[in-house]
């Protein structure tokens, strides 16, 4: 077992001077095992997206509280759900993918507010936020926070009524999750179904509330984690070698560890930061 | 020398781009094909300037280009 170890990772007369899975057959069979999980795991988000998936656990009510949840933190007045800005919401969604766009504005110029309008919410002021591909509301909430524009929407003090929509399709061949936020404010608006005080107390009783959701881990998350595992596993083999062919002057005929080492660091930075869901 | 501050220049230049696009996915992954298609020529190049280039070693830097564009591309 010791044995196998220090030929995998470590270069010695055994492995030739280099260390077994830097050899270009381990390396190949290393891609076609990458290829084949990350086959797998599509195969699974299509098959069993119970398993695997792009549903999330985003909920309008919960992106509610959390909106209103940042609303009081910054001081202003918590907003009402509105039963038209819901429908509005909906039937944007649903426009969205009817019309394979992902955009405020359709192909065809159609612009938020018609859909405000159609669901008979007379607004003086309205606003929309979109979102995309993210698992959960927390961090819907939280990238349309660090977002300026959609932050000025949720800190808006003019709005008084919100209605959120969340709806699974398929946008440009892609399955997502889509999530429409709009805010308005009527003086002929009359639904909602909280009273404010009940919505103040609950938003404060829920701030965790996504964090403790019992997800399916997604296809995404899945993906990340073995992309992580591999780059970590080569980054490991790679600086072992650097190290023992810098320390026994080992001359070979091969690339160089240092180089690929930088290369997978580059590589591993940029899977970490890589992120699922985009705001619009 | 100069291979080594081309190689940082390459290096440092794919992370600045892939911070500025906001992580937008589309953005990054053909900033990884470029990336990965860039080491793979940076490392033909240092070899050859080496005098130490040879089918093995360009094979080699193929392999892990590809490893490392595949381990960014398949993530969703």
């Known amino acids: 077992m010791l044995s196998t170890t220090y030929r995998l990772f470590v270069p010695h007369h055994k492995n030739n001077h280099k260390p077994k899975i830097l050899h270009t057959n381990s390396l190949l069979t290393l891609l076609g095992v990458l290829i084949m999980a990350q086959s797998v795991i599509s195969m699974l988000s299509v098959l069993q997206p119970k398993i695997l998936g792009f549903a999330t656990n985003i909920d309008p009510e919960k992106i509610i509280i959390l909106t209103n949840n940042q609303r009081l933190q910054n001081d202003q007045k918590s907003l009402t759900t509105s039963n038209k800005l819901n429908q509005a919401a909906l039937a944007k969604a649903s426009d969205m993918f009817a019309s394979n766009y992902w955009s405020h504005a359709s192909p065809s110029g159609t612009e938020p507010w018609y859909f405000i309008s159609q669901a008979d919410y007379q607004y003086k002021h309205a606003g929309e936020n979109l979102a995309r591909d993210f698992e959960n509301s927390a961090e819907v909430v939280s990238a349309w926070m660090a977002s300026p524009t959609h932050k000025k929407n949720i800190l808006d003090s003019r709005f008084e009524n919100i209605g959120v929509a969340v709806v699974n399709g398929t946008i440009n061949g892609k399955e997502t999750t889509l999530v429409v936020q709009m805010f308005g404010s009527s003086s002929s608006e009359q639904t909602s179904i909280l009273g404010s005080s009940e919505f103040v107390s609950k938003a404060y009783a829920t701030q965790d509330i996504s964090n403790n959701l019992n997800t399916a881990i997604s296809s995404f998350t899945m993906s990340k984690i073995i992309s992580l595992s591999f780059i970590i596993l080569l980054l490991v083999t790679l600086s072992l070698d650097w190290f023992f062919v810098f320390r026994k002057k080992l001359v070979r005929i091969s690339g160089k560890s240092w180089a690929h080492t930088t290369f997978f660091i580059a590589i591993l930075v940029v899977a970490i930061i890589i992120k699922h869901g985009i705001v619009l | ?76």
């Open chain 2, 1 to 76: 020398m100069i291979d080594y501050i081309a190689l940082l220049f390459l290096v440092v230049t794919y992370l600045s781009l892939v911070l500025l696009t906001s992580f937008s996915h589309q953005y990054i992954k053909f900033l990884t094909i470029g990336f990965t298609l860039l080491y793979f020529i940076w490392g033909l190049w240092h070899h050859k300037r080496e005098k130490s280039l040879h089918p093995k070693i360009a094979l080699e830097y193929f392999i892990i280009a590809m490893l490392g564009l595949w381990l960014i591309i398949s993530i969703p």
